[in-house]
């Protein structure tokens, strides 16, 4: 048997909730079950801070920087002179 929950909702996201279902020919509740198994999908594929480095290492460097650019714009050299690695 499946469990049950009972949840409140603000009228305006309520009225959302019923509006969608209406536009797809779904209950409010099917909709909620397919929100919350998304939600947790989501949640689960959330990365360590080690598997993004593996992803984002191919990339650090690959770009090349105008430096004379870089040292007109007062903005772009402060965000340089801050994450430039010594």
Known sequence: M???????L????DRALAKAAKARGLKKSHLV????AAYL????????PEQLR?????????????????MKDPI?????????RW
């Open 41 to 48: 999908a989501r949640e689960s594929d959330e990365q360590s």
């Open 10 to 13: 603000p009228k305006d996201l």
């Open 54 to 70: 593996a992803v984002l290492d191919e990339f650090i460097g690959s770009m090349p920087l105008d430096h004379d650019a870089i």
């Open 2 to 8: 499946d469990a049950q929950v009972t949840l409140r």
């Open 33 to 36: 079950r397919e929100a919350v």
């Open 76 to 84: 772009a050299r402060q965000i340089y002179e801050h994450n430039w």
